[in-house]
């Protein structure tokens, strides 16, 4: 926690102002603030955005560092999950060392909180747990790293997942994770009884990823609630992708999405091209919680993306049809300080009193700033300087 005067920035491309962080917090924004003995930086008259939020990420699965892989994997996702448990233990991955790289790299493009899944199977048992954790304690004051225990391989159909998923809790995890309790497992009230029952043992969140559409993912997502309401977890609960509110019958999505804003329950889109996604019109007049994430990028699921959430912005904006500069505000907030609140970080925003992470763009407005998406010149955690033009002050290992 540091104190850090920023003169001559624009906050979200409105008038230049200066901006006072002490004790890591934003405690005055205004024109001609002084304040001794406290470390200065210029703004440039650039804009000031919040510290940029990715809440949905694999930080255990990045092969930055490692020659381009070519990705010849099949189609269906149990493909992908094979291949990949194949390369880990081929390539004798490091996850801390491959955290520290994605997480590095994500502070340079402006990133000051990230929700990271990692996996938790019965191959590896608690290894990635261990090395991510690792990172978080090397990059505190850096990055804010919270940790999601993923069973990416299944819980039911592989048995000893569950009690190394209670074990990864006990080791420090922050929520419990879950995988398309019916495609996955074929076994929806197994899956979904044993992740809410390690929750409610430790007192922790959810976070799901539903991948399923239409009916199925429609069935996942009331089976979701049921349990909701019966264990009184409003607003622990978050489910990730959701692709099934992105089907077309919009009668049957908004029943959903209205019971998703009914029941607190946070919805993280990775906005892919590819397939069809939550609306971020329809979840925020809705009133639903909404955040966005780069997913995993540079592993063996697929070649795209490279940490920028300002470019994520721009994905999302175009995946929903975002055109007017009001619009792309909305889409930058959902990756700063709406997705903050999405994971339950209520302070993270550019006003007094918020979490002094300002990130100094360039741009004339918002809107250039989201679709150029240039080097970001400066980036701050909690009044510490942890970027300069684009790149991390700590040195990748
Ligand atoms: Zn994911």
Redesign the pocket.
């Known amino acids: 926690m540091t104190d850090l005067l920023i003169t001559n920035a624009r906050p979200m491309g409105g008038a230049a102002v200066d901006i006072l962080i002490k004790d890591g917090v934003i405690t005055a924004i205004g024109r001609g603030l002084s304040a001794e003995n406290i470390p200065v930086e210029d703004g440039g008259g650039r804009i000031a955005i919040p510290g940029l939020v990715d809440a949905?990420t694999?930080l255990d699965k990045s092969l930055l560092g490692y020659p381009w892989y070519v990705n010849e994997v099949g189609p269906r996702l149990i493909d992908k999950i094979d291949n990949e448990r194949k390369v880990k233990r081929e390539y004798g991955l490091d996850v801390h060392v491959q955290s520290m790289r994605q997480s590095l790299q994500s502070v340079g493009y402006g990133t000051t909180l990230i929700r990271t899944?990692v996996d938790i199977d019965t191959d590896q048992g608690l290894a990635a747990l261990e090395g991510v954790t690792e990172t978080r304690r090397q990059l505190a004051g850096v990055v804010e790293i919270e940790i999601v225990a993923f069973p990416q391989s299944g819980l039911m159909r592989r048995p000893g997942t569950a009690e190394l998923l209670d074990k990864a809790m006990a080791m420090g995890a922050d929520l419990v994770g879950g995988l398309d309790p019916c495609g996955m497992d074929r076994d929806p009230k197994a899956h979904l009884d044993t992740i809410f029952t390690i929750a409610e043992k430790y007192g922790k969140g959810i976070d799901i990823?539903l991948h399923e559409g239409g009916a199925l993912g429609t069935f996942s997502m009331e089976m979701t609630f049921e349990r909701i309401r019966a264990l009184s977890m409003q607003g622990k609960v978050a489910v990730?992708h959701a692709f099934c509110l992105g089907d077309p019958d919009w009668n049957a999505t908004q029943a959903l999405i209205d019971t998703c804003a009914e029941l607190d329950v946070p919805i993280l889109t990775t906005a892919p091209p590819s397939r069809e996604v939550p609306s971020l019109r329809r979840l925020r007049s809705a009133g639903v919680r909404f955040g966005a994430g780069i997913?995993?990028f540079r592993d063996t699921w697929g070649p795209y993306g490279n940490g920028d959430m300002l470019e994520r912005a721009m994905l999302l904006g175009m995946k929903n049809n975002l055109r007017r500069d009001d619009e792309l505000l909305m889409a930058l907030d959902v990756c700063t300080t709406g997705g903050a609140i999405a994971m339950d970080r209520h302070a993270h925003a550019l006003e007094v009193g918020g979490r002094g992470d300002v990130v100094i763009v360039e741009g004339e407005s918002v809107g250039e700033a989201i679709v150029t998406h240039q080097p970001r010149k400066l980036v701050v955690t909690a009044g510490n300087v942890v970027a300069r033009d684009g790149a991390s002050l700590r040195a990748r290992p």
């Open positions: 949905h694999h899944h990823h990730s997913d995993g």
